[in-house]
């Protein structure tokens, strides 16, 4: 059923006309890697301070956000982290967001350590697909973009796992292609995964949070990949599936498969954004490039609000309203004019692993 003909649902549109179609669910800020472009150990070392459990929203709170925003239009939601498997009891929360009047597309996006003693019960809850991190097949590449945390063979055999229970809507790898780190071995990845039913999405490396020393020359754009891609294995053009969707979408001709592009930097795609991110402690941001979020756990905790969700819904839809948020575009826009390359950074931007991505 689309959330759109349920009961009481008003269409969300913020001041661009955007809908409010997609929820992304941090549900842990901590990670079992240390990718060093999200979460580089430097930094998040073993004596940084992570949420405790109680600064967390529980589960209760969490699904209170999705079913008000369920009622506003999200038809989307995504559980995300950090690690979203490092979280206890993962698939309860699963099974009681399945239930939520007008929610279609329950997914999860995770590294893929856990994946394999966990896939049964998420599958069980009602999971419909599962998205894995994997950003190269070579063990030292590997082990060099995971922060020396993660182990490859454990991954794929989560991969495996996954796609051996049969998720209604399938598995995916998602790749960040970086210049010079893990171009090279995209073909080895590609071909790894042709004639099976695993999606590979090629993301450009994005200027998110603060910490990864973005460069633009390290982008490899999607032009550039699918030029390479189509010369080894030639690609025909997919359509969208729905509006606002994030990857350009082709298959091979030879049957092998599809594949997709996620191009944020090289060709923004801020027009149709219809994603909003909850972070684990109850931030709601209307941006993955945003510079600050609304406190939502103080809603939710509000005493005075005990058992009433209009208070939730309105501060969700005056967010929703005042929403502008284009960064990506007004990045494309600083880049044609010319203008000295360090705006590109100004603003001090959440961190990736703080809103899931």
């Known amino acids: 059923m689309n959330a759109e003909f349920l009961p009481g649902v008003r269409p ?10 997609d929820l992304r669910i941090s549900v ?7 990718c060093p472009y999200c ?5 998040y070392h073993e004596g940084f301070s992570f949420l405790t459990p109680d600064e967390r929203l529980n589960f209760d709170e969490i699904e209170r956000v999705a079913r008000a925003t369920a009622e506003l239009g999200v038809t989307r939601l995504r559980l995300t982290g950090g690690e979203p498997l490092l979280r206890q009891n993962l698939p309860e929360l699963v099974e009681r967001l399945v239930r939520i009047p007008g929610i279609e597309d329950i997914a999860l996006t995770t590294n893929g350590m856990l994946l394999e003693r966990q896939a049964a019960a998420l599958h069980a809850a009602g999971l419909h697909r599962v998205t894995v991190s994997l950003d190269s097949l070579d063990p030292a590449v590997f082990a060099r973009m995971s ?6 063979r454990t991954v794929l055999d989560g991969i495996g ?8 809507r399938g598995v995916k790898v998602n790749t960040v292609v970086q210049r010079d780190v893990n ?3 995209v073909p080895e990845l590609l071909a790894h995964f042709r004639h099976t039913d695993v999606i590979v999405r090629l993301i450009e490396y994005m200027d998110v949070g603060n910490r990864n020393g973005w460069e633009r020359s390290d982008v490899v754009t999607s032009r550039e990949m699918i030029t390479r891609i189509d010369a080894l294995w030639p690609l025909d053009p997919v359509s969208p599936t729905y509006c606002g969707e994030v990857a350009t979408r082709y298959r091979y001709a030879d049957g092998g498969g599809e594949i997709g592009f996620i191009s944020s930097v090289s060709a923004p795609f801020c027009g149709n954004c219809s994603r909003a991110r909850l972070s684990s ?15 939502l756990r103080a809603v939710l905790r509000d005493a005075g609000h005990a058992g009433k969700d209009e208070p939730l819904r309105q ?7 005042r929403r502008t948020d284009r960064y990506s575009e007004e990045r494309q826009e600083r880049r044609s004019r010319a203008e000295a390359a360090h705006e590109d950074k100004a603003g001090k931007k959440i961190e990736m692993h703080y809103i899931g991505g």
Do not use: E, V, Y
């Not at 796992?161 to 209604?168: I, S």
């Not at 402690?281 to 406190?295: H, N, S, V």
């Open 12 to 21: 969300t549109k913020d001041r661009l006309h955007r809908p409010l179609r």
């Open 28 to 34: 842990m800020d901590r990670c079992n890697f240390r």
């Open 315 to 321: 501060t969700l839809a005056n967010i929703w309203h």
């Open 147 to 152: 922060g020396g945390r993660g182990d490859l």
């Open 161 to 168: 796992a996954a796609c051996a229970l049969g998720f209604p």
């Open 183 to 185: 171009d090279a071995g």
């Open 39 to 43: 979460m580089p150990d430097s930094i």
């Open 281 to 295: 402690d109850g931030q709601l941001f209307t941006c993955l490039f945003a510079t600050k979020g609304t406190d």
